[in-house]
T-cell receptor
Framework: QKEVEQNSGPLSVPEGAIASLNCTYSDRGSQSFFWYRQYSGKSPELIMSIYSNGDKEDGRFTAQLNKASQYVSLLIRDSQPSDSATYLCAVNLKFSGGYNKLIFGAGTRLAVHP | DADVTQTPRNRITKTGKRIMLECSQTKGHDRMYWYRQDPGLGLRLIYYSFDVKDINKGEISDGYSVSRQAQAKFSLSLESAIPNQTALYFC????????????FGPGTRLTVL
């Protein structure tokens, strides 16, 4: 089982709709979770971080975390063509000695069509 | 000015050549990372460094080496490049106590012929 799993997509939504991106993770000890957006050929850009169960909203973006189900999602309201990109879910895993590493999913490609 | 910079941005080289990719940051972060990205495989960690004297292998370190010359500089070397090292390479930084958030450089596209 992969440590962080995402549906590769493409997820196709019409402009103005809500896009829902999902991610599951395997390590119950994970404490922090991130969503990055990556345009083709560009570097990942942080759009949301979430640390506690529940919802966190930032503009058109809402991150949802359910640690019991080991599930984190990203909702994009009023989707725009400029939101078309690959969205990477990342989970922070802690190791002994205070070390931690981000483990990335392979990403979900979102396509917003006019 | 960019907080995390990478040089070169693009490089084409031949099999067997030694290549160095460089990363510099002005964010004042103590932790630095090197990833490679291949289509459909996501980001895979090559090496990471939590301070100047700390270097750790990631999941795919074979064929690579690194040097942390200063807190702000972290370089990645391919001692003898091979075609399956053709990929997009990213440097990233984070700070201790920063919740794990990593910030990425613009990437280096490396092609090994």
């Amino acid at each position: 089982q992969k440590e962080v799993e995402q549906n590769s997509g493409p997820l196709s939504v019409p402009e103005g709709a809500i896009a829902s991106l999902n991610c599951t993770y395997s390590d119950r000890g994970s404490q922090s979770f991130f969503w990055y957006r990556q345009y083709s050929g560009k570097s990942p850009e942080l759009i949301m971080s979430i640390y506690s169960n529940g919802d966190k909203e930032d503009g058109r973006f809402t991150a949802q975390l359910n640690k019991a189900s080991q599930y984190v999602s990203l909702l994009i309201r009023d989707s725009q063509p400029s939101d078309s990109a690959t969205y990477l879910c990342a989970v922070n895993l802690k190791f002994s000695g205070g070390y931690n590493k981000l483990i990335f999913g392979a990403g979900t490609r979102l396509a917003v069509h006019p | 000015d960019a907080d995390v910079t990478q040089t070169p941005r693009n490089r084409i080289t031949k099999t067997g050549k030694r290549i160095m990719l460089e990363c510099s940051q002005t964010k004042g972060h103590d932790r630095m990372y090197w990833y490679r990205q291949d289509p459909g495989l996501g980001l895979r960690l090559i090496y990471y460094s939590f301070d100047v004297k700390d270097i750790n292998k990631g999941e795919i370190s074979d064929g690579y080496s690194v040097s942390r010359q200063a807190q702000a500089k972290f370089s990645l070397s391919l001692e003898s490049a091979i075609p399956n090292q053709t990929a997009l390479y990213f440097c990233a930084t984070s700070s201790t106590g920063g919740g794990g958030t990593q910030y990425f450089g613009p990437g280096t596209r490396l092609t090994v012929l």
